[in-house]
């Protein structure tokens, strides 16, 4: 996915795990999300929880008959534990899908584009029919 964060007007994502959202069981999203430009505080680089990884998954996206929910509502963070992930263009931040993290929006006059990827592993195999 290309994110482009555009100057004064690049958006906030709020605090997440990835594997709410691409969740397999086990646990195997890694994300990958390469700057394409530097990532700063003013600009809109990551922040994430250190060792956020390291606890349980906060809760699920889940797709059923009913719609696409989550199930349990999203916490509130204390903003203090977040540190910024400041970053060269061309560096390379490998997101375990548990790390809870989030970005401001971009209040410079300079764009922070990134390119994000995830790989998830597919621990039951393909699928087949008959």
């Known amino acids: 996915m290309y994110i482009f964060k555009q100057p004064g007007i690049g958006g906030e994502v709020v605090p997440h795990q990835d594997n709410t959202f691409l969740y397999t069981e ?55 534990e977040f540190v910024p992930l400041e970053v060269k263009s061309g560096a390379l931040v490998v997101i375990h899908g548990d790390l809870i993290h989030q970005s401001f929006e971009n209040l410079s006059p300079a764009s922070r584009h990134a390119f994000s990827l995830w790989i998830l592993k597919d621990v039951n195999g393909p699928k087949t029919t008959g």
Not at 71 to 77: L, M
């Open 26 to 80: 086990p646990r195997t999203c890694t994300g990958l999300w390469l700057a394409l430009e530097d990532a700063t505080i003013n600009n809109g680089c990551l922040w994430a929880i250190p060792g956020s990884h390291k606890k349980s998954l906060v809760r699920r996206m889940v797709r059923d008959e009913n719609g696409t929910h989550f199930d349990r509502p999203s916490p509130v963070y204390d903003q203090k």
